[in-house]
Every structure is written in C-alpha cells, then in structure tokens.
C-alpha cells in the first residue's frame, strides 16, 4: 500500500488482472487489465526529450493540465470553508491513529469545516468517513499512480488527478488549515511543501497542526536542533507547527490559529487603506501649495 493514497494488489507488482481492484483511473478514463500502462503522467512529462519530440507532445499535455486545473477548480469552487488531512494509507481501520482520523473529519464536519484528503484508505478514508458521520462534506483528492486504485467509499466528491502538482495546488487553494497525523513519505511531502508556501508567504499563513507527540516531537527537535542550529531557518520558522495529542485539540488549533489569521488578515487591509488615504491627503495637499 501506497502512502499516497492507493494499495497494491497481491502479486507486487500493481498489475494485477483487474478483478481485485477499481482498476487504474487515467483521468476520466479507467483501464484494467493489459491497459494499464507501466508509467504515469507526471513520469512521462518530467521524462528527457529525445530530440525535439518534445515539441509536438508537451503542448497538450499544457492543454491537458490546464483542463486538470479547470476541472478541479470548478469542482471545489464552491466546497466553502475546508481543511485538509494527512496521514498515511497504510493505517488499519482497527488502529489507534484511524480512530483519531476518524475523530478529526467528524470534528471538522461539526465545526462548519468540508474535509478534504488524499482519497485514499487508512488515515484519509478515516477523516472522510469521520466526516460523513459528522454531517460535513467529504472530499477526496486522487492521484494517478501506475498500480490499481480506488477512492475510498466515504467520499462525497471525489476529483483524479494526472499531476501531482495540479492535486498539490488544490489542497492549498481550498483549505483554510492542514492536520497530518503520522505518516510516511507522501505526508511528509504535503507537510514541508505547505511549510515552505506559508514560510516564503506564498501562500497566505494557515494553521499546520501535527497530531501524536510521539511521532512528531523527534521531527521538531531535529529541526530546532541541527536545522536552526545551522541557521537554515529561523526561529520563528518553527511557530508554523505545532504539535497536538488529541482530535479535539487538532480541531480547536485549526479554529483558533484561522482566526487569528484572519483578524490579523483584516488588519493589514485597513492598515494599508489608513496608508493609501493618509498619502492621497498629503498629495492633495502638497498640490494645493
């Protein structure tokens, strides 16, 4: 099982005859079988151009992408408040970290907030069917990946996605705050990508709120450790993350920090139009001189 969101099939090689899964989603289209290729999307744009191949290939694979964004967009235009979740796929249902997923969408659903994930089994089907308990919106954010796969059956809206990076700015694009409880590469991809957006300001800031001490607290020493002791970041590099235990303490951090953003938000806005209006009048008057 994959951490991005998708499992093998027995056998290890993830091409499998297509009776033991939902099959490989290319975009709209599925394929089982002798049909599924050997490599992704993203595989074949990043691949090195033999020649000027390139030249009649990437332009619509640009056209491609751009309907990627287009279709995402419109979909999740009018989701509303959301958050995000993370966590990895290859958590088991009877698992404490699935329980505490499950306790974070329902969470979320209750305060007002859509759930978005990866779409995926373990933590991300947790904080989807967890929603779903709560009353909320369910989303799921798949990926294309070159073995068999399935959005989990507690999402209400679900979105295939070729490219990595057209999934990647949907998640920023339509959540207010992003919970990662403990997971594997893929979650460590979504967590330093939200941080470096937030800390280059990207991004406008949102709440990052690691849940489980325990698999968290060694990732935040080392980085307040080696990392700022190097001086790779700064200090206030580290007030990005904060790491809580519970479900309901995820929840309140993403409630309280979103607040505390958008009145921070909100102030800058007046600040800057108090500083337009106070420049016009001293315009005006040096013209009245």
């Avoid at 709560?134 to 507690?154: H, K, R």
């Avoid at 470096?196 to 949102?206: E, M, N, P």
């Avoid at 206030?236 to 309140?252: G, S």
């Avoid at 500083?275 to 008057?285: D, F, G, I, P, Y």
């Amino acid at each position: 099982m994959n951490d991005n969101g998708t499992s093998v099939p027995a056998g290890g090689n993830g091409r499998g005859n297509g009776s033991n899964g939902h099959g490989y989603r290319r975009g709209p289209v599925l394929l089982r079988r002798g049909q599924i290729p050997r490599s992704t999307s993203d595989q074949r744009l990043l691949a090195q151009g033999d020649g000027a191949d390139w030249l009649h290939m990437d332009p619509w694979r640009v056209m491609r992408i751009t309907s990627e964004f287009v279709e995402g967009f419109g979909a999740l235009a009018e989701v509303g408040p959301a958050v995000s979740v993370f966590g990895s796929a290859r958590t088991k249902p009877d698992a404490p970290d699935y329980a505490t997923g499950r306790a974070v969408g329902r969470g979320l659903a209750e305060a007002g907030y859509a759930v978005i994930t990866g779409g995926g089994p373990g933590i991300m089907e947790a904080a989807n069917r967890g929603a779903c308990e709560g009353g909320g919106l369910s989303v799921g954010l798949g990926i294309e990946l070159p073995f068999e796969q399935g959005m989990n059956d507690w999402v209400d809206l679900g979105i295939n996605f070729r490219y990595f990076f057209a999934r990647k700015t949907c998640f920023v694009k339509y959540s207010q705050g992003f919970i990662v409880l403990p997971g594997g590469f893929g979650t460590f991809d979504e967590l330093f990508e939200s941080l470096t957006l937030v800390q280059t300001h990207k991004v406008t800031g949102f709440p990052i709120v690691l849940v489980g001490r325990s698999y968290w607290q060694g990732l935040v020493d080392w980085l307040s450790g080696e990392v700022l002791g190097r001086g790779a970041i700064d200090a206030v590099d580290l007030e990005l993350l904060e790491i809580v235990e519970t479900a309901e303490e995820a929840v309140a951090r993403v409630q309280e920090r979103g607040e505390q953003l958008l009145a921070e938000e909100e102030a800058a806005v007046r600040a800057n139009a108090e500083a337009e209006k106070a420049a016009e009048r001293a315009s005006r008057a040096a013209r009245g001189r």
